[in-house]
């Protein structure tokens, strides 16, 4: 078999790969995202393919009863009847950034085309949200403005909120790279964990959780008063510049150190570096997304590139993604309020061009409730039909006593390719092929779209997402909506929705990938997206969360594994190290509380408890650091203890900011 390329369905770097004759993954030379690197998880993806797979459809008329297999023919005959037999504001879907491009925009079109709701979010609702928003509030357009390109040659990476050595591993390296080749180049990382990432920077800012809007403020502080702004950007590219100083004015440097657990100096050596460095490119994550100040903080630092005029050659805000496709996801509109094209429900143009364009009516208007808000209407038997597609909110969503609640009292359909927690919770499951064993395409956080070749089979009866709603689109009567035979026919119809748009790849076609939608920077010689043409500057508010305890639990991912581990769970050389559950812990609040290394303790708040083995670090004092992923089999999942408190603007939960207490359980070295 001749070599099949794919793009890596782990983290949103979007890493080109490829099986060799022998089976084994490889970097792709040829890929402009890695150029021939590679990270550690890929590689054991052959090893677990076929381990713990789901295989047939399997059904129970109640939960708690044994599943039985059944047919596709009458899984299918059980949706329609479900789907038929309820008020469609009575159903929801909750699918994933990991999904091909195809199969959201499929899925998207079943739901808001043919269903007429727009009842559907995605685990990127906990992912990318607050920055999709903050990128819509000040560009105008969600899409980030630069490419890998401009890592080759700035002289300062800021990392603020982002563990990409970790999480975004061959794009940390590249950095590296440029630091190796250009000795002037600075690498920096603000985070409240000394994590790999801060390690291998040359300053590292151990900020306290929750404060980044102070301190970036606090930054635009500096800038103004030491005269660092580029005006002449700020006046003829932007606008809302004294507004967003007016919210700066309230932090200068003394009393945001206090606030943010900072030097004065560490704050005013960023605004040096804003306003000295030759090219900035400032890369973010989680750490500032997942906060219920998580737009403002994306908006404090965008703040910050556009009062410096760095969103182009001189630098620019870099929005890491996640997840391998949530950037296709976003294309196709697959939140509560998108459309295809980076269009809007919202929006009577983009309504109008979509149902013309799908040959429907009455796509409505009204975003559908985020999935928190979704779990609370399932809670309250509003929505009585939940529809998850990769993804595992069992493990994965905040607080997870209520959505134990809502997963409980729903008619549950779990598609996936493996057994995960949430099947537990399911009245119907559905087998799904994963990436290998179906074709398609995704798009990495710098705007490449890959294609995806089939390597293998998919095992039994398993088949690919989208031709899942495909079929039952047509059983349900809607043959002339879902006509598709291949994913490259829906890919079509998508590209061309997209024409004349931001993301416009309506010339584009399997054979031509990978490429970039866009050019090299969105916005260096056009407009703006925003009404007037001009960037918008935004006063970020800051606002803190009162929660009760002793630490703040800050939750976070693990170097080898991937989420809730059904893939990189099963290959015990990406195990090694990362189990068993633990917490890190910093030694001085640690023998404060006459706790040791490896004594295993009980974290606990009003919302849950787990318990964890303490290993030691550099967290900030006062904070407590733990990986979110672990599956039930290793006991109680973290996200007991995590709040679903959201973002007002983005909806995108608070997940790095949780009370806890601790007690110690069991002493290190006692059985
Ligand atoms: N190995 C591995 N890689 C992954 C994933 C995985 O599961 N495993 N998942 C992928 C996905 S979907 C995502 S979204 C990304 C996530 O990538 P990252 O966001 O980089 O990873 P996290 O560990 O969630 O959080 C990043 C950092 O934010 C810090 N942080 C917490 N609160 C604050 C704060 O208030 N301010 C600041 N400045 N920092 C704070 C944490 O200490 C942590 O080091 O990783 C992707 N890559
Ligand atoms: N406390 C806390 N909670 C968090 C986070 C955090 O930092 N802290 N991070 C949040 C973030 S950023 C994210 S992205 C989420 C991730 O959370 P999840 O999305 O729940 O995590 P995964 O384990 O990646 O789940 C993906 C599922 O899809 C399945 N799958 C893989 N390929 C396919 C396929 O092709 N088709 C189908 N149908 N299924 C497939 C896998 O087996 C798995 O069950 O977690 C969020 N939750
Ligand atoms: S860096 Fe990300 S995309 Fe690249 S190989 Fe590693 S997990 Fe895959
Ligand atoms: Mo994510």
């Given at each position: 078999m001749s070599e099949r390329r794919f793009q890596c369905p782990f983290c949103g770097v979007g890493c080109g790969l490829y099986v060799d004759q022998r089976g084994r993954v490889k970097g792709d030379f040829e890929h402009p995202a890695n150029r021939g690197d590679i990270c550690k998880k890929p590689v054991y993806l052959p090893k677990v393919m076929d381990k713990g797979r789901l295989t047939r459809p399997l059904f129970r008329e109640k939960k708690g009863e044994p599943f039985r297999e059944i047919s596709w023919e009458e899984a299918y005959d059980i949706l329609a009847r479900e789907i038929s037999r309820r008020d469609p504001r009575e159903l929801y879907f909750y699918i994933s950034g990991q999904l091909l491009t195809e199969e959201s925009y499929v899925i998207n079109k079943f739901v808001k085309g043919f269903l007429g709701v727009n009842n559907i979010d995605a685990n990127s609702r906990l992912c990318m949200a607050s920055a999709v928003v903050a990128y819509k509030l000040a560009?105008?357009?969600?899409?980030?403005?630069?490419?890998?390109?401009?890592i080759d040659d700035a002289d300062v990476f800021l990392f603020i909120g982002s563990n990409a050595s970790v999480a975004h591993p061959v794009l940390f390296k590249r950095v590296l790279k440029r630091k190796r080749e250009t000795s002037d180049a600075l690498v920096v990382c603000i985070d409240p964990v000394e994590t790999e990432t801060a390690r291998r920077s040359d300053v590292h800012i151990p900020v306290r959780a929750g404060t980044d809007t102070v301190f970036l403020n606090s930054v635009l502080w500096v800038l103004e008063r030491e005269g660092w702004i580029d005006e002449e950007f700020i006046k003829s590219r932007t606008e809302g510049f004294e507004e967003a100083l007016g919210e700066a004015r309230l932090y200068p440097p003394s009393v945001a150190s206090g606030i943010c657990g900072v030097e004065e100096r560490d704050i005013y050596f960023i605004a040096e570096l804003f306003a000295k460095s030759e090219k900035l490119v400032s890369m973010w994550c989680q750490g500032l997304n997942q906060s219920v100040n998580g737009v403002m903080k994306n908006l404090a630092l965008i703040n910050l590139h556009l009062a410096t005029g760095r969103v182009g050659k001189r630098g620019c805000p870099f929005s890491l993604t996640g997840q391998p496709n949530a950037m296709g996801g976003r294309e196709v509109g697959y939140l509560t309020s998108g459309l295809p094209g980076y269009r809007d429900v919202r929006n009577e143009e983009d309504r109008r061009f979509m149902e013309e364009f799908w040959g429907v009516k009455g796509i409505s208007p009204e975003p559908g409730p985020t999935i928190t808000s979704a779990i609370e209407k399932m809670r309250r038997g509003e929505i009585t039909f939940l529809w998850v597609v990769c993804t595992n909110p069992a493990v994965s969503l905040p607080e997870l006593r209520k959505v134990e609640e809502a997963l409980g009292r729903v008619f549950l359909v779990v598609q996936d390719a493996y057994w995960n927690d949430t099947c537990e919770f399911a009245n119907l499951i559905l087998p799904a092929s994963q990436v290998g064993e179906k074709e398609g395409v995704m798009t990495g956080s710098d705007r490449t779209i890959t294609l995806c070749e089939a390597f293998r089979e998919a095992p039994g009866e398993a088949k690919p997402d989208w031709l899942i709603f495909t079929e039952l689109g047509r059983k349900m009567g809607a043959q002339r909506l879902f006509p598709y035979r291949s994913a490259r026919e829906i890919f079509r119809e998508f590209a061309l929705s997209t024409?004349?748009?931001?993301?416009?790849?309506?010339?584009?076609?399997?054979?031509?990938?990978?490429a970039r939608w866009g050019k090299r920077w969105l916005y260096e010689d056009s407009p703006f997206l925003t009404k007037s043409g001009k960037a918008r500057f935004f006063p970020a508010r800051f606002e803190l969360p009162k929660e009760d305890g002793d630490f703040i639990l800050i939750t976070g991912r693990l170097k080898n594994q991937w989420h809730t581990m059904t893939k990189t769970g099963k290959a015990p050389e990406l195990l090694k190290g990362e189990v068993p559950p633990f917490v890190v812990m910093n030694p001085k609040d640690a023998q404060r509380l006459g706790i040791k290394e490896w004594d295993i303790v009980t974290l606990y708040s009003e919302r849950g408890e787990i318990e964890r083995v303490v290993v030691f670090g550099n967290v900030k004092e006062g904070h407590i650091f733990a990986p979110f992923g672990y599956p039930r089999e290793f006991g109680e999942p973290t996200n007991y203890l995590v709040s679903d408190r959201t973002d007002p603007l983005s909806g995108e939960p608070d997940l790095k900011f949780a009370g806890v207490k601790v007690k110690v359980r069991k002493e290190a070295g006692r059985c």
């Amino acid at each position: 078999m001749s070599e099949r390329r794919f793009q890596c369905p782990f983290c949103g770097v979007g890493c080109g790969l490829y099986v060799d004759q022998r089976g084994r993954v490889k970097g792709d030379f040829e890929h402009p995202a890695n150029r021939g690197d590679i990270c550690k998880k890929p590689v054991y993806l052959p090893k677990v393919m076929d381990k713990g797979r789901l295989t047939r459809p399997l059904f129970r008329e109640k939960k708690g009863e044994p599943f039985r297999e059944i047919s596709w023919e009458e899984a299918y005959d059980i949706l329609a009847r479900e789907i038929s037999r309820r008020d469609p504001r009575e159903l929801y879907f909750y699918i994933s950034g990991q999904l091909l491009t195809e199969e959201s925009y499929v899925i998207n079109k079943f739901v808001k085309g043919f269903l007429g709701v727009n009842n559907i979010d995605a685990n990127s609702r906990l992912c990318m949200a607050s920055a999709v928003v903050a990128y819509k509030l000040a560009f105008g357009s969600d899409g980030p403005p630069c490419t890998y390109e401009d890592i080759d040659d700035a002289d300062v990476f800021l990392f603020i909120g982002s563990n990409a050595s970790v999480a975004h591993p061959v794009l940390f390296k590249r950095v590296l790279k440029r630091k190796r080749e250009t000795s002037d180049a600075l690498v920096v990382c603000i985070d409240p964990v000394e994590t790999e990432t801060a390690r291998r920077s040359d300053v590292h800012i151990p900020v306290r959780a929750g404060t980044d809007t102070v301190f970036l403020n606090s930054v635009l502080w500096v800038l103004e008063r030491e005269g660092w702004i580029d005006e002449e950007f700020i006046k003829s590219r932007t606008e809302g510049f004294e507004e967003a100083l007016g919210e700066a004015r309230l932090y200068p440097p003394s009393v945001a150190s206090g606030i943010c657990g900072v030097e004065e100096r560490d704050i005013y050596f960023i605004a040096e570096l804003f306003a000295k460095s030759e090219k900035l490119v400032s890369m973010w994550c989680q750490g500032l997304n997942q906060s219920v100040n998580g737009v403002m903080k994306n908006l404090a630092l965008i703040n910050l590139h556009l009062a410096t005029g760095r969103v182009g050659k001189r630098g620019c805000p870099f929005s890491l993604t996640g997840q391998p496709n949530a950037m296709g996801g976003r294309e196709v509109g697959y939140l509560t309020s998108g459309l295809p094209g980076y269009r809007d429900v919202r929006n009577e143009e983009d309504r109008r061009f979509m149902e013309e364009f799908w040959g429907v009516k009455g796509i409505s208007p009204e975003p559908g409730p985020t999935i928190t808000s979704a779990i609370e209407k399932m809670r309250r038997g509003e929505i009585t039909f939940l529809w998850v597609v990769c993804t595992n909110p069992a493990v994965s969503l905040p607080e997870l006593r209520k959505v134990e609640e809502a997963l409980g009292r729903v008619f549950l359909v779990v598609q996936d390719a493996y057994w995960n927690d949430t099947c537990e919770f399911a009245n119907l499951i559905l087998p799904a092929s994963q990436v290998g064993e179906k074709e398609g395409v995704m798009t990495g956080s710098d705007r490449t779209i890959t294609l995806c070749e089939a390597f293998r089979e998919a095992p039994g009866e398993a088949k690919p997402d989208w031709l899942i709603f495909t079929e039952l689109g047509r059983k349900m009567g809607a043959q002339r909506l879902f006509p598709y035979r291949s994913a490259r026919e829906i890919f079509r119809e998508f590209a061309l929705s997209t024409k004349g748009r931001l993301c416009d790849i309506s010339e584009l076609d399997y054979d031509k990938l990978p490429a970039r939608w866009g050019k090299r920077w969105l916005y260096e010689d056009s407009p703006f997206l925003t009404k007037s043409g001009k960037a918008r500057f935004f006063p970020a508010r800051f606002e803190l969360p009162k929660e009760d305890g002793d630490f703040i639990l800050i939750t976070g991912r693990l170097k080898n594994q991937w989420h809730t581990m059904t893939k990189t769970g099963k290959a015990p050389e990406l195990l090694k190290g990362e189990v068993p559950p633990f917490v890190v812990m910093n030694p001085k609040d640690a023998q404060r509380l006459g706790i040791k290394e490896w004594d295993i303790v009980t974290l606990y708040s009003e919302r849950g408890e787990i318990e964890r083995v303490v290993v030691f670090g550099n967290v900030k004092e006062g904070h407590i650091f733990a990986p979110f992923g672990y599956p039930r089999e290793f006991g109680e999942p973290t996200n007991y203890l995590v709040s679903d408190r959201t973002d007002p603007l983005s909806g995108e939960p608070d997940l790095k900011f949780a009370g806890v207490k601790v007690k110690v359980r069991k002493e290190a070295g006692r059985c």
